[in-house]
Nanobody, 115 residues
Framework: QVQLVESGGGLVQAGGSLRLSCAAS????????MGWYRQAPGKERELVAT???????YYADSVKGRFTISRDNAKNTLYLQMNSLKPEDTAVYYC?????????WGKGTLVTVSS
């Protein structure tokens, strides 16, 4: 069984920063793709960023230049550094790890950005 636990969410003012963490119960080197999604109130789930086993990264246009995805294989942890936060970044953020066509999800952490 794979369990993912997000942490680091909270309330921050516009322009501030937060770092989200996703701790996995298994070695993350087994996963082909790891990423972060978010879902804002009344909106569909949105892909924020991904990182492959080879280190290639992808960012949604809305966060490019502000967010950075990274991983620490030794700690089995995925990170999302969020800078220059905007009110429209307010959402529940979920980490997701994929391997052999199977995706595992965390329960989410709430990020609220005030104006």
């Amino acid at each position: 069984q794979v369990q993912l636990v997000e942490s680091g969410g909270g309330l921050v003012q516009a322009g501030g920063s937060l770092r989200l963490s996703c701790a996995a119960s298994v070695s993350i080197v087994r996963f082909n793709v790891m990423g972060w999604y978010r879902q804002a109130p009344g909106k569909e789930r949105e892909l924020v960023a991904t990182i492959s086993s080879g280190g290639s990264t992808y960012y949604a246009d809305s966060v490019k230049g502000r967010f950075t995805i990274s991983r620490d294989n030794a700690k089995n942890t995925l990170y999302l550094q969020m800078n220059s936060l905007k009110p429209e970044d307010t959402a529940v953020y979920y980490c997701a790890l994929s391997h052999d066509g199977i995706t595992y999800w965390g329960k989410g952490t709430l990020v609220t950005v005030s104006s």
